[in-house]
């Protein structure tokens, strides 16, 4: 699948490494694209130092003048890197974690299903204030469920998934809050786009994604996550 991987990232240095060390396991040979909003010495050492060093892919790396927000840096990837022609376009925070059968699920569905719009991963930590429909698909024989909603109450803003033509055609072609016209905007915004336009829209059900955010005990219960789904093996993350 042609696809890329757009990661937003502002300071957390602690998890930027975790994320990095996350996909190295997970995403081998990914085409990432990395763009900070001008996060402190330490974050942005981190990510500088990542290619000097022997990982399962490479990325590219932005460095922008200040905190533009994470609209203007996915806007920024998207363009720079003529992102648009790709297939999928993953976006997500900088403190996101997945395992590999989880994200080639997400990317099989989206390139897969006809009309698909803004589908994420379930997503550990979002407010079930609402319950959407479930819907069943199959995929080149693999069955999926999509739980949709009519605004992103549950679906995951840290990392989502759109088809490569949707931003082409101008879909995704919506005001940033600074006024300046870009094809991304916050994801509420695409996710209410893509909704009124009649897109499949949702998260995916039985995946799991986690937004580490301050809190070490999501990574704790993220590592027992993993060792679950791996009977023992801690393949899937690093200490």
């Known amino acids: 699948m042609n696809f890329s991987l757009i990661i937003s990232v502002y300071n957390n240095p602690k998890n930027v490494s975790k994320m990095l060390d996350n996909l190295d396991i997970n995403c081998p040979n990914i085409d990432v694209h990395i763009v900070d909003n001008k996060s402190m010495e330490e974050t942005k050492n981190i990510l500088l130092n990542w290619n000097k060093k022997d990982h399962s892919f490479k990325c590219t790396l932005d460095l922008l003048d200040k905190n533009h927000g994470k609209a203007t840096a996915i806007n920024f990837a998207i363009n720079k890197y003529e992102l648009y022609e790709k297939a999928v376009v993953v976006c997500m925070d900088g403190d996101i974690l997945f395992t590999k059968e989880d994200i080639n699920k997400l990317i099989k569905f989206v390139g897969g299903v006809k009309n698909c719009g803004m589908i994420s991963l379930d997503y550990e930590g979002s407010p079930k204030i609402a319950y959407g429909d479930m819907e069943n698909y199959s995929v080149e024989g693999e069955s999926f469920v999509l739980e949709r909603y009519r605004d992103i109450y549950n679906v995951a803003g840290g990392i989502y998934c759109v088809q490569g033509e949707y931003i082409r055609n101008n879909d995704c072609k919506i005001y940033t809050y600074d006024e300046k016209k870009a094809y991304w905007s916050e994801d509420a915004w695409i996710y209410k786009n893509m909704v009124k336009k009649g897109r499949v829209c949702g998260y995916l059900k039985n995946t799991k994604a986690i937004h580490l955010g301050d809190d070490e005990?999501?990574?704790?219960?993220?590592?027992?996550?993993?060792?679950?789904?791996?009977?023992?093996?801690?393949?899937?993350?690093?200490?």
């Open 217 to 239: 005990e999501k990574y704790s219960l993220w590592k027992l996550h993993v060792l679950t789904r791996n009977n023992g093996s801690n393949k899937g993350f690093y200490d």
